[in-house]
């Protein structure tokens, strides 16, 4: 991927399954949005959590309105990125805190629209599919990553996806 870089932790999300909120769940004794923190930093050339406020991060609300699912968020960042001179937006959700140096590289390496084919909120979006994805967000009610990755020909990676976690029994990471 050429050009300025903007990392986006998806982070919208109610965590219904989950019980509690998720992103704040601890992992060797900090929040689980912290370790995503940590793994996409040296990848991007700056930052944001979509969906929601997190410290001092940048926040980006879903665009155009809440409630659209992990798609609100990668619209609020591919809008953000477009309108900032970034050229790429490399997405990931804040509950995969065990993401690794392999997939970020993979990323970076995309001429294209890119994701892992067992987790496709894990990608990289060029930012010129800004108004395309606001289109898609606005007319599609299912709001489906995987389908918005094929309609934009993404590239599927066969990386091994790292641990998404939804429920509390899936984390056997998470301190007692």
């Not at 986006?8 to 219904?16: C, D, K, M, N, V």
């Not at 370790?35 to 930093?41: C, D, E, I, M």
């Not at 990125?81 to 590289?105: K, L, M, Y």
Request: charged share 20%; net charge neutral.
């Amino acid at each position: 991927m050429t050009g300025k870089v903007l990392g986006a932790i998806i982070a919208g999300g109610r965590s219904r399954r989950f019980g509690s909120d998720k992103a704040l769940a601890p992992i060797d004794g900090r929040p689980m949005i912290e370790h995503v923190v940590a793994a996409l930093l040296p990848w991007v050339d700056d930052l944001a959590i979509c969906g929601r406020t997190y410290g001092e991060d940048r926040c980006l609300p879903d665009y155009p309105k809440e409630d659209l699912g992990p798609l609100g968020g990668f619209n609020a960042a591919l809008h953000y990125a477009a309108a900032n001179g970034f050229g790429a937006v490399i997405t990931v959700p804040c509950d995969t805190p065990r993401v690794s140096p392999e997939i970020f590289a993979a990323l970076r390496r995309q001429t294209g629209p890119a994701c892992l084919a067992g987790c496709p909120v894990i990608g990289v979006w060029p930012v010129i599919l800004a108004e395309r994805l606001n289109s898609f967000v606005v007319a599609d009610a299912r709001r489906s990553v995987r389908r918005w990755a094929g309609l934009v020909g993404a590239v599927e990676l066969p990386i091994h996806a790292p641990v998404n976690i939804n429920y509390v029994s899936d984390g056997a990471l998470l301190d007692d």
